[in-house]
């Protein structure tokens, strides 16, 4: 097992803030905000992804809307309790924050040689992969994937498979340790509820570039013992 957690879990995001920093909770004196950042796609659309930022990193003189800068960390979840229901929410965990004016020539290379969006993940498919093709033929595979961190937790990450990836995917077993390469996108939905009223949400996942199968893996029940417990 791999226990190089900062491996198993890697993201660069470029782009703009476009919101205010808002408090989200504090930790052992240690307070964390929250603030969205508009990343843009190769088509004339974007994605707005929140990141989750120690007061450590920033700097309130040089933070402002339509800013632009360079985020580095992790993808991570975590578990909301509201109507009754546990809600998976997710992040992105800024542990490296760079603002366009403070940019060397070193990380002017490294962004030169990077997307705007890239995420590495090594973890383990923690629920059968659901594969389905639209009106229009397009193959999709959604699938959970379980991320390690330390101190024994778990993230569990929503992903994206297209096209021959996805009809790959639709065979996978839970417990199948993969590794993936995407981007964080965003996309609004409609919630419907019982009560026939309906809700605007946002929803956050890794549309997968390329899927290669690390190893199988025999221990299925663990896995869903640990998705049970999310």
């Not at 992790?74 to 603002?99: G, M």
Request: glycine content about 4%; aromatic content about 10%.
């Amino acid at each position: 097992m791999n226990t190089n957690y900062s491996d198993n879990n890697h993201l660069i995001l470029m782009g703009k803030i476009t919101s205010e920093k808002r408090f989200s909770h504090e930790i052992y004196g240690e307070s964390f905000y929250i603030f969205d950042m508009e990343i843009p796609r190769l088509s004339d659309a974007s994605d707005i992804v929140p990141v989750t930022i120690s007061e450590r990193l920033i700097d309130d003189a040089k933070f402002e809307i339509g800013k632009s800068v360079m985020v580095k960390g992790q993808f991570r979840s975590y578990n909301s309790y509201e109507n009754e229901r546990n809600r998976l929410i997710l992040t992105v965990f800024a542990k490296d924050i760079i603002f366009e004016e403070d940019v060397n020539e070193d990380e002017n290379e490294e962004r030169r040689e990077i997307t705007s969006n890239e995420v590495i993940l090594t973890g383990y498919i923690c629920k059968k992969p659901i594969y389905r093709q639209t009106p229009f033929g397009r193959e999709i595979a959604d699938i959970l994937l379980a991320v390690n961190r330390a101190y024994n937790k778990s993230d569990y990450i929503p992903a994206i498979a297209w096209g021959r990836t996805a009809r790959f995917c639709q065979n996978m077993e839970v417990g199948t340790e993969v590794k993936i390469v995407g981007r964080v996108q965003s996309r609004t939905y409609e919630k419907k509820y019982e009560d026939g009223t309906s809700q605007t949400r946002v929803a956050y996942e890794v549309s997968i570039g390329s899927l290669e199968v690390v190893s199988q893996n025999d221990n299925n029940e663990e896995i869903e013992e640990n998705k049970e417990a999310m």
